[in-house]
C-alpha cells in the first residue's frame, strides 16, 4: 500500500521555557522603545541629536503612522 503525503502523526514540539525567551523579549521591547522615539519624539522636547536630520529621515514614517510632525 502507498504511503499518504501527509503524516497522520504530530511532530513532537519542544517548548520553550521562559528563562530562554526573556532576554530576547527584552531586547525586542527595548527596540520597539528605541523606533518608537526615533520614529515619534526626536525633534522634540527630548531630542537627543541636533538639527533635522533624524525628523526629515523620519518624516514620510511619522505622517504614515499618523504621528503628528507639523
Do not use: K
Not at 504530530?10 to 526615533?38: D, R, T
Not at 533635522?52 to 507639523?70: N, V
Request: proline content about 9%.
Amino acid at each position: 500500500m502507498a504511503h499518504p503525503a501527509v503524516p497522520t502523526t504530530a511532530p513532537a514540539v519542544a517548548p520553550i521555557s521562559l528563562s530562554a525567551l526573556a532576554p530576547w523579549a527584552l531586547f525586542a521591547g527595548v527596540l520597539m522603545l528605541v523606533l518608537l522615539y526615533l520614529v515619534g519624539a526626536e525633534q522634540g522636547a527630548t531630542a537627543i541629536f541636533e538639527g533635522d536630520t533624524i525628523h526629515e529621515w523620519m518624516h514620510d514614517g511619522r505622517h504614515l503612522l499618523g504621528f503628528p510632525c507639523h
